[in-house]
């Protein structure tokens, strides 16, 4: 199993309900392999492993909600065109246990972005993980906030690298980590009290 | 030599290295809290030079963030032209011509030997050597020359396009960089390393100073020579591969001594790597056209995308985020010096504030793409 299988499936702790879905997907594809095995043993089996292949590495379908918007939960995205394996989309509460999965498997922390989607009305946070030391896998894990109150919790104890990515993006969106050790200007000066990449900043 | 000294807890200062100081190799502030000649606390104030490159992105269409790249990196300005323009071909899906990909790699690793040569120089001069970086200007200017060639500028590079390069190489730029190979080869043993490498006084200064874990490299986000020092290898030119480096041979230098010295000779070591890779570029070098057919305006569809290359301080990436629209509607950039540095605070605790310049020397501090 590759690592970017392995990691999905650490990652699915977060999501018991998707996880739920595909455990009765997988029993459901043995039992029908099962049953039909006196008929046609053997193209029986290649369709249940074919059927088990496009539930791993499909993009799930059921992830769209009626509105278009994303619901929570982990696809694969294709690597050559967008640059990454895992997609992992989570709520606010999630980031800090999803950080604890990925340290536990031995990724890093390359950066955190921020995006303002001020037409929604939210901002989004994206982590990017990726492992060395071992074969290639991309992880981004993402969550959205409110403008209003962008509030999330901080990482920084797992991965003492993101301190200054979260203060970065503090100091461009304004965004609060809860439990940051020192939430200062680190890319603005000191006294700066505003957030240039807010789409809404005049200068 | 590393003990502190024991002291009463009041009996500590504050300690400002910089902003203005030559061993930090531009405008970075470290406050220092110093108990006598061992530092206690060491906190990087960054932000000097902070242009918000991230907004200018947002402003302007794609090609026109291109120039803002080789402003980051100043010392390895095309990887950085390289990291932009990978993302920006992802998203909007375009082919590169295999004549322009080698290219792309003779120029970024001709670029990458300058960069180190620099930082060799500027190193070494940290430690109180003043006379290699005569001996590395000299060598260097030799690139600068052959860059400034093909790409029209010295420095801060503008030289790739999505979808290609500016310009093609001559015949000139083939023999010229052939023959500072040859006489770079010929320099390193006598000039590089015997004067330096094998010095007494340089080995004392860096040998077991300033270790770093593999452990702490991960959990800090430090990549390139810092990582490839505490012997993981890593490098995104083998593990993650892009352009045309797979129809390369060569080797992922890595040394487990954790050391400043051992960064040292990462570094030392990918300068023949790199030439390995220029002479076999050349060799191999196809014909054809060097830039693809690409609308002036370019429009990728909305969606987020991640591209990342090897640059000489460690990964650079660029998380690229499009609304639809002509201009990127966010634009991250993962500076690798950012997170190599963040590391220096825990390392640098209870070491000598002589050892802590070393050591931060063997960082290859670039302060425009820490700010960025």
């Known amino acids: 199993m590759s690592i970017a299988e392995d990691i999905r499936i650490a990652l699915l702790d977060l999501f018991p309900e998707q996880a739920e879905r595909e455990a009765k997907k997988r029993a459901a594809a043995e039992i029908a392999a099962r049953t039909a095995d006196e008929d046609n043993p053997e193209a029986v089996i290649e369709a249940a492993a074919a059927e088990m292949e496009t539930m791993e590495l499909q993009p799930d379908a059921q992830e769209e909600s009626e509105d278009g918007g994303r619901k929570p939960g982990i696809v694969v995205t294709d690597y050559q065109s967008r640059g990454a394996h895992v997609d992992v989309f989570c709520n606010p509460d999630q980031v800090v246990e999803a950080a604890t999965i990925l340290d536990r498997n031995g990724f890093f922390l390359e950066t955190i972005s921020g995006v303002d989607w001020i037409k929604e009305d939210r901002l989004e946070v994206i982590y990017d993980y990726s492992i060395s030391g071992s074969e290639l896998c991309r992880v981004v894990v993402r969550t959205f906030i409110s403008r209003s109150e962008p509030k999330i919790d901080t990482i920084s104890e797992i991965f003492p690298g993101a301190d200054w990515h979260e203060r970065e993006t503090h100091d461009f969106y304004g965004i609060e980590f809860v439990g940051h050790p020192c939430l200062e200007p680190l890319l603005l000066p000191e006294d700066a009290d505003f957030h240039p990449l807010l789409k809404d900043f005049k200068p | 030599m590393t003990v502190p000294i024991a002291c009463r807890p009041d009996e500590t200062f504050v300690l ?39 907004k200018m992105a947002e402003a302007g269409n794609f090609a026109q963030f291109m120039p803002n790249t080789a402003r980051m990196d100043y010392l390895h300005a095309l990887a950085f032209n390289h990291g932009y323009a990978l993302t920006v071909e992802r998203a909007a899906g375009i082919e590169v011509p295999e004549r322009a990909e080698y290219i792309r790699v003779i120029t970024v690793e001709l670029n990458r030997i300058a960069s180190h040569l620099l930082w060799w120089a500027a190193f070494v001069l940290d430690l109180g050597g003043f006379t290699p970086l005569l001996y590395a200007f000299d060598d260097r200017e030799i690139i600068l020359d052959l860059l400034e060639r093909v790409t029209g500028s010295r420095l801060t590079y503008c030289y790739f396009r999505f979808g290609g390069v500016y310009n093609d190489i001559d015949d000139e730029f083939i023999e010229g960089t052939l023959a500072f190979i040859k006489r770079l080869r010929s320099r390193m043993p006598r000039i590089y390393h015997d ?13 077991g100073i300033g270790i770093i874990t593999p452990e702490q490299c991960r959990k800090y986000g430090a990549t390139g020579p810092v990582l490839r020092g505490s012997g993981v290898s890593y490098d995104i030119r083998k593990n993650e591969p892009y352009s045309v480096y797979p129809e390369f041979d060569f080797e992922i230098p890595v040394y487990h001594e954790c050391d400043s010295m051992a960064r ?33 305006i370019l429009k990728p569809p909305a969606g987020d995308y991640y591209a990342a290359v090897e640059t000489a301080r460690g990964s650079f990436g660029c998380r690229l985020v499009c609304d639809g629209g002509k201009a990127p509607y966010r634009l991250k950039l993962r500076s690798p010096t950012f997170s190599n540095l963040s590391l220096f605070g825990e390392v640098a605790e209870g070491m000598l504030l002589a050892d802590a310049l070393g050591f931060m020397g063997s960082l290859d501090l670039v302060i425009p793409e820490i700010d960025r």
Request: proline share 7%; no cysteine; net charge positive.
């Open chain 2, 16 to 54: 400002n290295l910089g902003p203005q100081h030559p061993a930090t190799h531009g405008v970075l502030r470290v406050k220092l809290t110093m108990d006598g000649e061992y530092i206690v606390k060491a906190e990087p104030v960054l932000g000097y030079i902070h242009r918000m490159h991230e």
């Open chain 2, 195 to 207: 004067l330096v490498t094998h010095n007494i006084i340089l080995r004392k200064r860096l040998e």
């Open chain 2, 264 to 296: 040292y000779m990462v570094r030392m070591d990918e300068m023949e790597q790199s030439m390995r890779i220029i002479e076999q570029a050349l060799e191999r070098l196809p014909e054809g056209p060097v830039k693809a057919k690409v609308p002036k």
